[in-house]
């Protein structure tokens, strides 16, 4: 009786340990004697005691690999230290396992080989300036090396790309250099935008006090203008009332003296004398000259 207890509890553990859960994302690879059996997707499976086992659990999730710098070789004979970042995601288990040994090292190894056979085609200049064709041109590569392992590359990345010390160096001068002619660049092109602001506002200045003197002078002869025609207006009337009242001639000439002796007061520069005024003017020149003898004799 206790042997059959016994024999029920090694059966139940082994029962136990052999009930294997396998997880989502994840796959188990199993083996009977020593053969590949079958492979284990997510669920519960059962697996024989001592006949099979599990060979390997693998991960189908994506993988990040960072490998260490590599030197490499430009085609202009520069040696620079480069690493590199692979993605990859396992797409078949059982050639994983098969496949190749140790497959992180054959990864690390053709991606050297990879690199080194790429950057070797470019220059220096190049092989700054083209990473995404470098990063492309990886992972087609290694996608078509790996797909016998059961390796799918997703996306590969240099991650750093370090020149020699002196290379380094002299990027910076360049760098300095062409910032300081930018910097140049820009201080010029806003002297000569300031020349040009000054130059407009002095000519806008020059124009506005060519048109205030203008309007002056304009206003200025129209004033004039204005005061000759009062003044004409003036006699005129003067003219008109002497005429309703009978004046003679001579009373409209002696009149039109005075007028222009008020006018001659004025700042007018300009007197337009008329010939009526002009004669008895010339009538009393004579007039005087005439009384001036009678009075010697």
């Known amino acids: 009786m206790p042997f059959l207890i016994v024999l029920i509890i090694i059966v139940f553990i082994l029962v136990i340990t052999n009930i294997k859960i396998v997880p989502q994302a994840s796959a188990y690879v199993l083996q009977r004697l020593g053969a590949y059996r079958m492979t284990w997707d997510t669920g519960v499976h059962f697996k024989i005691p001592f006949i099979e086992k599990v060979a390997k659990v693998v991960s189908l999730k994506e993988q990040v690999v960072d490998f260490d710098p590599q030197p490499v070789i430009t085609k202009d004979n520069v040696t620079m230290q480069i690493d590199t970042v692979v993605f990859f995601q396992i797409t078949d288990p059982k050639l994983y396992t098969y496949g190749v040994d140790s497959p992180m090292s054959a990864i690390e190894n053709l991606t050297a080989t990879t690199l080194r056979n790429i950057i070797g085609e470019l220059e220096l200049d190049q092989t700054l300036t083209s990473r995404d064709t470098v990063n492309a041109k990886m992972r087609s590569i290694l996608d078509e090396a790996t797909d ?119 700042k007018s520069t300009k007197i337009i004398i008329p010939s009526e005024i002009q004669s008895l003017a010339g009538l009393g020149a004579s007039l005087k000259e005439i009384i001036g003898e009678d009075k010697k004799a």
């Open 148 to 266: 016998p392992w059961g390796i799918k590359v997703n996306r590969v990345e240099l991650k750093n790309i370090l020149p020699p010390r002196e290379i380094q160096d002299s990027m910076e001068r360049q760098m300095k250099a062409e910032r300081e002619r930018r910097e140049a660049i820009l201080r010029a092109e806003g002297e000569k935008k300031s020349a040009i602001l000054v130059a407009e506002g002095e000519k806008e200045a020059a124009i506005l006090r060519a048109v205030a003197k203008r309007e002056a002078q304009i206003h200025e002869a129209e004033g004039e203008a204005q005061a000759i025609l009062s003044v004409q207006k003036a006699v005129a009337e003067g003219i008109k009332m002497l005429n309703e009242a009978g004046a003679t001639k001579e009373v409209i000439a002696l009149r039109s003296l005075e007028s222009l002796e008020k006018v001659a007061d004025g």
